[in-house]
C-alpha cells in the first residue's frame, strides 16, 4: 500500500543500555535512517549514542521541545521510547509527540509524577505500549514473549499508516 512509509522521527530517552541496544536496533537490523534524536545527559553515554548513530541531545523539559521542534521542523515526534524511567518523560511526552504517536515504555520507574499527565496523552491518542519481564508468557525458546513484542514494536517504526 503506498500509505505506508517509514516514520520520520523517532526519540528515545536515555542511553543507558537498553536505549543503545535500541538505537543498534533500529540502525543496523531495521536500517533506520530517519531522525533519531536521544536525550541523554551524561556525556559518556552521549559518546556511544553517536557513536551508534543518534544524534544527542542533553536538554529536558521546555529546551527538548524546543530542540525537537526544530530538528522536525514542527511535526513532532512519530515514536518515542523511553529506556530510562524517569520522571521528567513522562512530563514531557505530551509536548514532544505529534498526535497519534507511538510510546515505547520500557524503562521502569517515573516515581513522582503526578497521573493527571495522562489526560494530555489521551489528546493526543497516543498508542502507548509497555514491555514488562516475562508476564506475558515465553516461546517456544523460553524466551519471555514480552521481549519478540518489544522488538516487533520497534519493526513498526519501518511502517507508520499516515493519511494524508
Not at 523517532?10 to 537498553?18: E, K, N, Q, R, S
Request: aromatic share 8%; glycine share 10%.
Amino acid at each position: 500500500m503506498d500509505n505506508w512509509r517509514q516514520a520520520q522521527s523517532v526519540l528515545i530517552f536515555g542511553a543507558g543500555p537498553a536505549g543503545l541496544l535500541f538505537i543498534q536496533y533500529l540502525r543496523n537490523v531495521q536500517k533506520y535512517e530517519g531522525l533519531l534524536l536521544v536525550s541523554e545527559p551524561n556525556p559518556i553515554k552521549q559518546k556511544l549514542a553517536v557513536e551508534f548513530g543518534a544524534e544527542v541531545t542533553d536538554a529536558i523539559g521546555n529546551d527538548l521541545v524546543e530542540i525537537v521542534q526544530e530538528k522536525t521542523k514542527g511535526r513532532l515526534i512519530e515514536y518515542a521510547i523511553d529506556a530510562c524511567g524517569a520522571g521528567t518523560v513522562m512530563a514531557s511526552l505530551s509536548g514532544l509527540i505529534r498526535k497519534q504517536a507511538t510510546v515505547l515504555l520500557y524503562g521502569y520507574g517515573h516515581a513522582g509524577v503526578d497521573l493527571s499527565i495522562l489526560n494530555n496523552l489521551q489528546f493526543l491518542e497516543a498508542t502507548l505500549v509497555c514491555s514488562t519481564g516475562a508476564s506475558g508468557g515465553f516461546d517456544a525458546d523460553l524466551r519471555p514473549t514480552t521481549y519478540r513484542k518489544a522488538l516487533y514494536i520497534i519493526d513498526l517504526l519501518q511502517k507508520s499508516f499516515v493519511i494524508e
